[in-house]
């Protein structure tokens, strides 16, 4: 059963920083591209980062660029996305997806991503 389990979320305040995790088993993902996208209340899932498989290329939301970092450690099967000064508007629940096809390029389309996690909460208090 593949599986995508997401880690490392939680409350802080703003200008603090967090660290997500993402363990897949099941399947190896080595080969998927891999993103993180997240979702706040009453809005639609939208695009944060993503990290080709051999986690050279990288793309980035222009809202958290600068910011935000993702990468992966194959071996270890987990991508992980570093969140530092983190704004109220970062609030929400962060989801890690694992790519449709091996060596599909760096995508920031949510319709590319078969493989999905349960989701984190994020919360950013002002």
């Known amino acids: 059963q593949v599986q995508l389990v997401e880690s490392g979320g939680g409350l802080v305040q703003a200008g603090g920083s967090l660290r997500l995790s993402c363990a897949a088993s099941?399947?190896?993902?080595?080969?998927?591209?891999m993103g993180w996208f997240r979702q706040a209340p009453g809005k639609e899932r939208e695009f944060v980062a993503a990290i080709s498989w051999i986690g050279t290329n990288n793309n980035y939301a222009d809202s958290v660029k600068g910011r935000f970092t993702i990468s992966r450690d194959n071996a270890k099967s987990t991508i992980y996305l570093q969140m530092n000064s983190l704004k109220p508007e970062d609030t929400a629940v962060y989801y890690c997806a694992a790519g449709r096809n091996w060596g599909m390029a760096v995508t920031t389309t949510i319709d590319d991503y078969e493989y999905w996690g349960q989701g984190t909460q994020v919360t950013v208090s002002s």
């Open positions: 099941g399947r190896t993902f080595s080969r998927n591209v």
